[in-house]
T-cell receptor, first 115, second 109 residues
Framework: SQTIHQWPATLVQPVGSPLSLECTVEGTSNPNLYWYRQAAGRGLQLLFY??????ISSEVPQNLSASRPQDRQFILSSKKLLLSDSGFYLC??????????????FGPGTRLTVL | GQNIDQPTEMTATEGAIVQINCTYQ??????LFWYQQHAGEAPTFLSY??LDGLEEKGRFSSFLSRSKGYSYLLLKELQMKDSASYLCAVLDSNYQLIWGAGTKLIIKP
């Protein structure tokens, strides 16, 4: 069966510090991978998605970046965090597709607080 | 622009029935998802509709009308554990998921 992991679960960082959040998927090959952010009481905001190694699409301009160094590894990074980067970060995967998409399955999330 | 509308919050009584509505205006349509999200946790998949009509899955049912840009999630025999946020999401013509802000459902004994 497929599982998705995210770490850390909780993170408190000062403004201006770097960030690295990691997401890994097990039990599947070539998944589509997504990073979302959810502010308190708000909906999900798509940040990045990837359909393969080294292929990253960005949905919103920001000080965040993403990388996919391996097939089942997706990393969200920042060189300098802003207060507005606080939120609940969710990684999701879906089976590889041929023109249509399937259900997205979410990892447990990382709660980031920037002080 | 693309838009998904859901009520912000609803309250219902344990054992009752509740209907959570979702209306959408998107560039194309390739299906609508409902997810459940308990406080502090990740969303979990509930249902997917791409054709008009009602899909029933146990205590939960989801309805879609593509001509009206409308869906609802129906929860029967409410239990306290159903207290959660319910997220509506639409797959647009580019196969990107557009998310609603979610409806917080509060169940009272």
């Amino acid at each position: 069966s497929q599982t998705i992991h995210q770490w850390p679960a909780t993170l408190v960082q000062p403004v201006g510090s770097p960030l690295s959040l990691e997401c890994t998927v097990e039990g599947t090959s070539n998944p589509n991978l997504y990073w979302y952010r959810q502010a308190a009481g708000r909906g999900l905001q798509l940040l990045f998605y990837s359909v393969g190694i080294g292929q990253i699409s960005s949905e919103v301009p920001q000080n965040l970046s993403a990388s996919r160094p391996q097939d089942r590894q997706f990393i969200l990074s920042s060189k300098k965090l802003l207060l507005s980067d606080s939120g609940f970060y969710l990684c999701a995967w879906e089976p590889p597709t041929s023109g249509f998409t399937d259900t997205q399955y979410f990892g447990p999330g990382t709660r980031l607080t920037v002080l | 622009g693309q838009n998904i509308d859901q009520p912000t919050e609803m309250t219902a009584t344990e054992g009752a029935i509740v209907q959570i509505n979702c209306t959408y205006q998107t560039s194309g349509f390739n299906g609508l998802f409902w997810y459940q999200q308990h406080a502090g946790e990740a969303p979990t998949f509930l249902s997917y509709n791409v054709l008009d009509g009602l899909e029933e899955k146990g205590r939960f049912s989801s309805f879609l009308s593509r001509s009206k840009g409308y869906s609802y999630l129906l929860l029967k025999e409410l239990q306290m554990k159903d207290s959660a946020s319910y997220l509506c999401a639409v797959l647009d013509s580019n196969y990107q998921l557009i998310w609603g802000a979610g409806t917080k459902l509060i169940i009272k004994p």
